[in-house]
């Protein structure tokens, strides 16, 4: 059975981002997760994930319609 919930280190593998910024998604409010545990480690349930990588898509789309799809990496 896969996990539901992912750890911070594992939403920044599959982004490709530092655990920094997966943080700073989470405490922005753009990534959903919750706190668990005696210690509150953040988890992020994998549907919470991909509706983050839709809205990101969705996002992109809608910049390169309007015309501002030069690119920043």
Do not use: C, N
């Amino acid at each position: 059975m896969p996990a539901r919930f992912l750890p911070l280190a594992d939403v920044a593998e599959t982004l490709a981002i530092s655990s920094a910024q997966a943080y700073a998604l989470v405490r922005t409010g753009e990534l959903r997760a919750i706190k668990v545990g005696g210690r509150g480690q953040w988890r992020v349930e994998e549907s919470e994930l991909e509706d983050y990588i839709q809205r990101m898509y969705a996002q992109t789309r809608e910049m390169v319609h309007a015309g501002e799809d030069h690119l920043t990496d």
